[in-house]
């Protein structure tokens, strides 16, 4: 059944997202469909989802949609981009595809300013294949892999991917970090990414932070405090990168 008062992205039959209960992902799914139906930009709007949790959301708008192999969605929404460009080329993954395997697209595609618009979902560690320890990953937190807690000494600190992008882009990206716990920064920066990428100023990069009780094993209070309170100690919320043009002399807003 249509939902009538739904965004247009959204006019699917009524049915709930596939995500676990608690999951992050709907709520930064939820944040980028409605800046696309902020900027009326629905039928330009080409989605690029990765392997992972982050595939579940290969129908969850009512846009031209693709499920790329793990790692790859960067370089194959970069593709479509160049062969047409007057499309809104957007690709969903989660810190294990963007990082790990697909950190090599990453950062070649902000170096090149690639002009379009990746959206990357930090919950800390692999979500669908059972919580093993990922890039991100908090010092001592316990996972499948790190039964005794994440030790930086063997494997390194939790990766600052928005601060390495704003390092290599030139002076037209737009690169922040947002937080399923505030709704409407992280819709703003959505908006801004998409008219960065509308603009033709080049690549535009959010990483968002999100929540996973399933992996966390996690009460819904002891959720929350490890998104408001645990993540923002090593990741810091906010825009890191914004145009020259929009900004001040050097882009930065930090």
Known sequence: ???PTMPKSWRRESKPHKFCP???????????????????????VIFGCDIGCSLLAWDF?????????????????TGVKRARP????VAYMG??????????????????????????????????????????????????TTPYGRDPVLTGPPFQ????????????????????GK????????????????????????EVLSSCPTNWRTNARETWAFLEEKMPKFFNIGEIKIPVAEGDEDGQTS
Do not use: W
């Not at 708008?61 to 929404?77: E, K, L, M, S």
């Not at 093993?132 to 990953?137: C, E, H, I, K, L």
């Not at 991917?161 to 399923?180: D, F, N, Q």
């Not at 409407?184 to 100023?201: F, I, P, S, T, Y």
């Open 1 to 3: 059944m249509l939902q």
């Open 22 to 44: 608690g999951c992050g992902h709907g709520i930064a799914l939820r944040a980028l469909g409605q800046a696309i139906d902020q900027l009326g930009i629905q039928d330009r």
């Open 61 to 77: 708008f009512n846009v031209d949609t693709v499920q790329t192999h793990h790692g790859r969605t960067t370089p194959v929404i």
């Open 86 to 89: 007057e499309l809104i080329c």
């Open 95 to 144: 810190d294990g595809g963007g990082y790990a395997i697909g950190s090599q697209h990453l950062v070649n595609a902000a170096a090149r300013n690639e002009n379009i618009t990746v959206i990357l979902v930090n919950n800390a560690q692999y979500g669908m294949t059972g919580g093993q320890m990922a890039p991100t990953t908090l010092p001592g937190q316990k996972t499948e």
């Open 161 to 180: 991917g928005p601060e390495m992008v704003a390092a290599v882009t030139p002076e037209g990206a737009y690169v922040a970090r947002g937080t399923v």
């Open 183 to 206: 709704v409407r920064q992280l819709q703003k920066m959505m908006v801004r990414a998409l008219q960065n990428q509308m603009e033709g100023r080049g690549f535009s990069f959010i």
